[in-house]
Nanobody
């Protein structure tokens, strides 16, 4: 399973960005998908996740500002980020729990995309 993330960039405080992550490759199902982030000098943290059934959970720091969603095929996950703050600056990573060709559920991570919030 390969995950291709896109949509990062430089934005001013209060601005918005939309991240996308598309899954490709051989798999039977993609279950939970989510976004993690890692800021310089900090541990990686879960930002948001969404299950196959559409249940979502968010880090307290982004509740009300970020929205995670998936496409109908459930192979692409999006993260709409509004009211961005400098503290949101980090490398954002897409993650997926997928059942691959071996029939085992594994965790996959895509390459990161940098989000910089600065004036």
């Amino acid at each position: 399973v390969q995950l291709q993330a896109s949509g990062g960039g430089l934005v001013q405080p209060g601005g918005s960005l939309r991240l996308s992550c598309a899954a490709s490759g051989t798999f039977f199902s993609i279950n939970r998908m989510g976004w993690y982030r890692q800021a310089p000098g900090k541990q990686r943290e879960l930002v948001a996740a969404i299950s196959n059934g559409g249940s979502t959970n968010y880090a307290d720091s982004v509740k009300g500002r970020f929205t995670i969603s998936r496409d109908n095929a459930k192979t692409t996950v999006y993260l709409q980020m509004n009211s961005l703050e400098p503290e949101d600056t980090a490398v954002y990573y897409c993650n997926a729990l997928a059942v691959g060709a071996a029939g085992i559920e594994l965790s996959y991570r895509g390459q990161g995309t940098l989000v910089t919030v600065s004036s």
